[in-house]
């Protein structure tokens, strides 16, 4: 994995490096090697995995068919403050409330 830093911003070099990690399941990986982990406990945590993408993928089908609705998604103002705020940060005027 490779990661470029530009202008010598290395925090941002390291956020890329981090969110291609996550998307690549590294983090999970690293979590799931701390312990050892028992074949029949694998054997059910793998088993589990399989009925929730299959139940994922069957929601989204009848979605797509039409047989059940779409969830709501909430309207702009509920979701909050707008992309990139970080949670008890300092709002710009104007902001909020």
């Known amino acids: 994995m490779q990661v ?3 202008d010598n911003n290395v925090d941002q070099a390291l956020r890329v490096l981090k969110k291609k990690m996550q998307r ?13 982990e028992k074949p ?3 054997k059910t945590r ?3 995995e399989a009925v929730r993408r299959a139940r994922k993928l ?3 089908q ?10 709501k998604r909430p309207s702009r103002d509920a979701r ?4 990139g705020a970080r949670p008890g940060a300092p709002m710009a005027p ?4």
Request: aromatic letters at 4%.
């Open 4 to 6: 470029l830093v530009r």
């Open 24 to 36: 690549e399941g590294v983090f999970r990986e690293m979590k799931a090697r701390k312990a050892y």
């Open 40 to 42: 029949s406990e694998r």
């Open 46 to 48: 793998e088993k589990a």
């Open 58 to 60: 069957a929601r989204k």
């Open 62 to 71: 009848a979605i797509r068919e039409g047989l059940i609705a779409a969830p």
């Open 80 to 83: 909050g403050p707008g992309r």
């Open 94 to 97: 104007g902001q909020g409330s």
